[in-house]
C-alpha cells in the first residue's frame, strides 16, 4: 500500500477543474470510484493516522462531487416534472452527449455522461435487484445507451399514431426517455417482477402517465396496437422466435418497425419478412432499423 501515491492522485483530482463542469459525470463517477478504494483500504488495512486523514480528506470531496451531481439531478427533475419534452428535452441533454443527428447510423460504444446525468435523474438508488430466475434464453438486465435512445428517436420519426414497445424493458429507461421525446404512448415489457416494480413507481411519480408498464413473458403480450417494438438482447433461442413469430403476424395486418441495438441484430436481419433499412447497421453496436415488408 503505497500512501504517498494515493495522496498524489488525491491531490490532482482535487486540484482538477474540469472535475466540476457540468457535462464530466463519467469523470467524477471515476473519482467516486477511487475514493471507494480508499475507504476499502481502511476496511482492510485497519485505521492508521495517515490512512485516516486521507480518507477524511478523499470523504470531502466526495461529499463535494454528491452534491454538484445531486443538483444537476434536481434541476433536471424539475424541468421534466414542469413538462420539459421534445426539442425542450433534447436541447437540456445535448451538452451531455456526444451524438448529434448526423452520427445516425455510426456505432455506439458503451455508455458516456449524458448516461450518468439520466440515470442519476430518472432512476436513482436503490435499484430493485431481480427476484426470478430467468427463463432459458433471456438475458441479463443491460441498461440501453442513451444515444442509442436520441438515434431512435430521430431514425424513426414518429407520429401520433404510433405506439411503442420496449421489449425487456428493465427499469424503464428507454420507455419514459421515448415518451419524453416522441409524446407518443410507450409500453415496457418486463419479466422480472421487481424490475416493473420501480419503472411503474418511477413512471408515477414522474407524472408519465403515457407510459405503461406490463409484467409479463413477451411471449404472452399483446402486440396488436403495437407499430414500433424495441430490443436490446432480452431474449433469444425459442422465446426470440416465438415473439417475432407474433410480430410477423402483426406486421400481416400492417406495418410495423423493429429497432434493435446489440447482439439481437444479426438473427433479425435473417428473418425474410423485414427489411432493413441501412445494411452498413447490422452489427451489434450500431441501432438497425427494420420494417416489415408489405403484404
Known sequence: MKLHKLKADLDALKNN???FEESQFNARKEALNFIAVIDDLILTHGESQ???KLQEQAQQLGDRILAFNDRLFQQLRAEI???????RLRTLLAPFTHY???????PHYGYENLDGLIEGTLFPQPHSEPTLERIYGMVRYEPTPVSVILELFD???FSEDDVFYDLGSGLGKVVMLVHLLAGIPCVGVEF???YYDYAAQRAAELGLTGTKFTNADAREVD???GTVFFLFNPFGGEIFTTVFAKLEKEAQARQITICSYGACTPPLAELPWLQVADPGTV??????IFRSRPH
Not at 416534472?81 to 426539442?87: K, Y
Open 17 to 19: 477543474q474540469a472535475l
Open 192 to 194: 422480472e417482477p421487481a
Open 100 to 106: 448529434t443527428p448526423e452520427d445516425r447510423g455510426q
Open 81 to 87: 416534472l414542469g413538462g420539459a419534452t421534445g426539442e
Open 223 to 225: 402486440f396488436s396496437d
Open 155 to 157: 431514425q424513426v420519426q
Open 50 to 52: 495517515d490512512l485516516s
Open 283 to 288: 452489427d451489434e453496436v450500431c441501432l438497425a
